[in-house]
Nanobody, 114 residues
């Protein structure tokens, strides 16, 4: 089982990034997918999720209207489009898969700074 995040980096406030999480080793279409993040010195927190099947999405209040989660089941990949980024969005972003079991990726760093 693997969840491999990519797309992180350094971006200026107000900018955009798209994170990707490529999954392998399990039946991706059956799993709900989520993004979490962890800032230095803080606990890991929920960002967004998308269900299996109908693809219903949900967002933390802090990112609602700025971030969009989506999935491409044909590519076993989940995305997080981030716009209007703020310095407080700086964190390591983790991909999570949940169904019978829970799997985590290794994380990708996002830094929002001028």
């Amino acid at each position: 089982v693997q969840l491999v995040e990519s797309g992180g980096g350094l971006v200026q406030p107000g900018g955009s990034l798209r994170l990707s999480c490529a999954a392998s080793g399990f039946t991706f279409i059956s799993y709900a997918m989520s993004w979490y993040r962890q800032a230095p010195g803080k606990e890991r927190e929920y960002v967004a999720s998308i269900t299996s099947g109908s693809g219903v999405t949900n967002y933390a209040d802090s990112v609602k209207g700025r971030f969009t989660i989506s999935r491409d089941n044909s590519k076993s990949t989940v995305y997080l489009q981030m716009s209007s980024l703020k310095p407080e969005d700086t964190a390591v972003y983790y991909c999570r898969a949940q169904f019978v079991r829970v799997y985590w990726g290794q994380g990708t760093q996002v830094t929002v700074s001028s």
